[in-house]
């Protein structure tokens, strides 16, 4: 009869439990929860993440997970509660067995930051199981001859459950011949026995029915049954009886098939057959018992019939029955408890308890990157398990509990050098000899914009030939981007900068996927030589970094211009050009000089003269270089006095570009007779009254005196504000004509030998008075000045816009003053004087409409020539 626990006994028992399991969590500083087996899915154990001193949201923002260690998700987070729940069915028995402590270890994960926590939940036990009995009917033989008070050993049955709700005690059938009694093992458990109470008599009860009943402590009280059938035989009195009822024997679990366990002796007092043992299993043994033992039925030695494991059964309890050969059959019964000796036959294994994390590559020194559990089925120094990773590594092992770890980072890391990382964890345990194993886990680097793009080469010179297609490819600049992603995708503009105080995006755009640049629109090297790109390139990374390139876009000149005459201008007469030149003149007598220029440069701009059409061809000849018109031979009388020549004016370009003139000379009989019509050939004068004649002497007259006052006065005003040597300059400055910029101009450039001056002339376009400069050489050939008449057909800017394709903006002074270095002989340098009634500045020469060039004795300006701007000079590159 067992002893039951009062109210009051339950009630301390209970006290005293939950004051040690809080010290146990105090001391161990881990949740402890604790539930009953067999409780539904979704039943509550807890609010873990109030115990975890989470909040709600950290469930969702953290990512918090449950993790057992016992490889089945038992359990789960409530994800709007926080409350840990159960995820499937618990078995206290099929986890813990006989156990009298079932605690489940759960490691609780979250992250960002990444942490883990241990909790444990404690399975109580249930009374859900019953007792039972393996075999359903026990058979047994019992003589008539058996004296009172002998017992005959019963199946014990078994209860899963532990404490209270296992097994208590056994009832018998009520019956005239036999009781119950009980025999106390090693073990502290009972086995049953049943008792003979009243002599057997064969002859008026041969069979006995009982009922074995089992019963557990549970509430409610949970049974078992087994049937009894007890036969009568006759007499063979005496059983074998062992020499031991309980065999213990140690085997290591590397034995080997066919060694030798143990030998178990039984002996009968009967003689004959009824003292002949066989030995065998008893009938309850368990089949994996049978598969891995066997039993000689003579000798009674058993040996390994099959492999043993230790980490499957540490121990076997092998039931051996003994029966005599009598009739009818005697046993006797003896247990063997074998343990299992371990040896280190398992591997370490290592458990990712968390998926790696991808780590950024800014990440600081110990950013936790994973969890890792490390076990050995072992036991012992063989089950101690030790972690390491290579040396030299950018990650580390962090010890934090029981065979668990973080995989922390060591040190700086550098995606663009490695975008992931394979670690290499080694196992290890304490065994003789150790056995270990290895995992790789895989690591990925998350980019973080740290390089900026890079061009292939920090500048580029491009060669474009002008005149070119709008919307052409200019050229293709490259960057790279050694980042990953959006922060190594790049995107391409145009840094906004100034091109002849224009926008540089006027002229050009770029394609901002792939560095494509185009022009907006085709180019003119006569007004743009040489420009630069500011090309940057920019990620997509946050904070996005960028670098830039310099396109340096030189345009190349080809030739499309034509030479444009400068002198003689053949718009003020219309479309011939008339000069004078006397009966006398002499060969080689200089007529006049046709000075043309070419926009373009280089060969492009050489110019040659020649005459392509001639009155009298073997009279006048052109210089081929200068354009100077010249006699041949002398002047004779048979000579037209109207001679017209077609000069023909080419480059050297490809193809030719070509200019004509047409120049009208009269011929002469005196060098100062006036000449009144010069589209008209001379009439007769004896035609003329006299009245006409002396009013041509008065007119002639009157204009000298003019012109001479007006020479003087020019004359004293260049010697006072001239400062150049060798030239005298006269100007008219007070005239109210000019204070009108909207007036006409032409320029002429007089190069009789070396070249003497450059004169700009003006006037209004409503008037026909005169404006004029005029320049004179001590060293010119005849000391006289020239005047220049206005035309009201001539635009002063389509003549200057000639001159201004060779002067460029500041950038080429370097290269004049490079090359004024480099020549030995002295440049020919024109000082520049403006006009004091306009207020331009020469950097905008464009908009100057009077200008005059002064040059020094020793220039010789060729037909072709540069022009390059030092302060408030012009030097002729090309001087003699």
């Known amino acids: 009869m067992t002893k039951t626990i009062g109210y009051r006994d339950w009630r301390w028992l209970t006290l005293w439990w939950h004051h040690f399991f809080l010290l146990w969590s105090t001391i161990d500083g881990q949740t402890r929860y604790s539930i009953p087996e067999e409780l539904k899915q979704g039943s509550v154990v807890g609010n873990l993440a109030k115990d975890l001193g989470l909040g709600l949201s950290d469930i969702f923002d953290r990512k918090l997970r449950v993790a057992s260690e016992a490889g089945e998700q038992y359990f789960s987070v409530d994800a709007g509660k926080g409350e840990l729940v159960v995820n499937d069915r618990i078995d206290r028995e099929a986890l813990c067995g006989q156990s009298a402590s079932c605690v489940l270890p759960l490691q609780v994960v979250v992250e960002n930051p990444l942490q883990s926590h241990r909790i444990e939940v404690e399975i109580r036990d249930t009374n859900d199981n019953s007792p039972s009995f393996l075999s359903r009917e026990i058979n047994l033989k019992i003589p008539e001859s058996v004296a009172i008070g002998r017992r005959f050993l019963l199946e014990s049955a078994e209860d899963p459950d532990v404490g209270s709700n296992s097994l208590k005690t056994y009832s018998l059938s009520k019956n005239d011949y036999f009781s119950l009694k009980f025999k106390d093992t090693k073990d502290g458990k009972a086995v049953p026995e049943l008792a003979l109470e009243k002599p057997l ?73 009824n003292g002949e043992v066989k ?38 309890l092998i039931y051996v029955t003994a029966k005599d050969k009598g009739t009818p059959e005697m046993e006797g019964h ?148 050694l980042d990953f992603g959006e922060n190594a995708k790049v995107s391409y503009s145009i840094l906004d900068s100034k091109v002849q105080d224009v926008s540089v995006s006027s002229y050009v755009y770029i394609n901002s996927d792939n560095g494509s640049i185009y022009s907006m629109h085709s180019f003119d090297y006569e007004k743009l030589k040489v420009f630069e790109i500011r090309v940057q390139a920019k990620d997509q990374g946050s904070p996005s970094l960028s670098s830039n390139a310099t396109v340096h876009v030189f345009i190349l000149d080809q030739n499309d211009n034509a030479p444009a005459v400068i002198y003689p201008s053949s718009a003020a007469l219309g479309s011939l050009s008339h000069q004078r030149m006397p009966r006398s003149a002499k060969a080689g007598h200089l007529v006049t000089k046709v000075t043309a220029v070419d926009a373009d440069s280089g060969h492009n701009a050489w110019i ?199 002067l460029p903006d500041s950038t080429w002074t370097f290269e004049s003053q490079q090359v004024s270095r480099e020549l030995n002989n002295p440049l020919c340098v024109c000082s520049l004087t403006r006009f004091p009634f306009f207020n331009y500045s020469f950097s905008h020469f464009l908009s100057v409409e009077g200008f005059v060039f002064i040059c020094s004795q020793s220039c010789r300006i060729l037909s072709q020539y540069d022009l390059y701007l030092k302060k408030n000079e012009i030097i002729f590159n090309r001087a003699i």
């Open 279 to 316: 030995y065998s299993f008893g009938s309850r043994t368990p089949d994996f018992v049978l598969s891995t033992f066997e039993i000689s039925e003579i000798t009674g030695e058993i040996v390994l019939k099959g492999e043993l494991d230790y980490e499957s059964f540490k121990s076997y």
């Open 608 to 806: 040659s003269y020649r005459v392509a059409e001639a009155t009298d061809a073997s009279l006048f000849t052109v210089n081929q270089y200068t354009g100077e018109v010249r006699t041949k031979r002398a002047v004779s009388e048979q000579d037209d006095s109207s001679q017209r020549l077609l000069i023909e004016i080419k480059d050297d370009g490809e193809p030719v570009q070509s200019a004509t003139v047409t120049v009208s000379i009269l011929l002469e009989d005196g060098l100062h007779e006036p000449i009144l019509d010069l589209r008209q050939k001379a009439v007769e004068p004896s035609k003329k009254s006299g009245r006409l004649t002396l009013y041509l002497i008065v007119s002639l007259a009157s204009v000298s005196v003019l012109s001479l006052v007006t020479f003087v006065i020019l004359a004293v005003k260049c010697i006072r504000n001239s400062r150049s040597s060798g030239s005298c300059c006269m100007r008219r400055s007070d005239c109210d004509d000019y204070k009108n910029p909207n007036r006409n101009l032409q320029i002429q450039l007089n190069t009789d030998g070396p070249i003497k001056y450059v004169e700009v002339l003006g006037g209004d376009m409503l008037s026909q008075s005169q404006s004029f400069r005029s320049c004179m050489s001590p060293m010119s050939e005849y000391s006289d000045f020239t005047l220049i008449k206005p035309s009201s057909t001539t635009d002063f800017r389509e003549v200057i816009s000639v001159l201004d394709a060779s």
């Open 201 to 273: 008599d064969r002859e008026k009860n041969a069979l006995h029915q009982l009922v074995l009943t089992a019963l557990d402590g549970g509430t409610p009280v949970k049974s078992g049954t087994s049937k009894i059938i007890i036969n009568v035989l006759d007499i063979n009195d005496n059983s074998p009886t062992f020499s031991e009822n309980e065999y213990k024997v140690s085997l290591k679990e590397n034995s080997t098939k066919g060694t030798f366990v143990i030998r178990v002796t039984a002996t009968d007092a009967d003689d004959g057959l």
């Open 334 to 481: 003896c247990r063997v408890h074998l343990d299992v000796e371990d040896i280190n036959d398992n591997v370490p294994e290592i458990t990712l308890t968390s998926t790696p994390s991808p780590v950024r590559e800014d990440a600081p020194s110990d950013t936790v990157v994973a969890l890792i559990s490390a076990r050995d089925l072992d036991s012992g120094d063989n089950g101690k398990v030790t972690l390491k990773i290579p040396k030299r590594s950018s990650f580390t092992l962090k010890p934090s509990y029981s065979n668990n770890y973080e995989l922390v980072t060591s040190g700086p890391l550098d995606r663009e050098s490695f975008s992931q990382y394979n670690i290499e964890i080694t196992a290890t345990d304490s065994g003789s000899p150790p056995l270990s194993s290895k995992k790789i886990i895989p690591v990925s680097v998350t980019d973080v914009n740290d390089n900026p793009p890079v061009f292939t080469q920090p500048s580029y010179n491009v060669y474009l030939k002008e005149n070119g297609v709008p919307g052409s490819i200019l050229y293709s600049v490259s960057a790279s981007d």
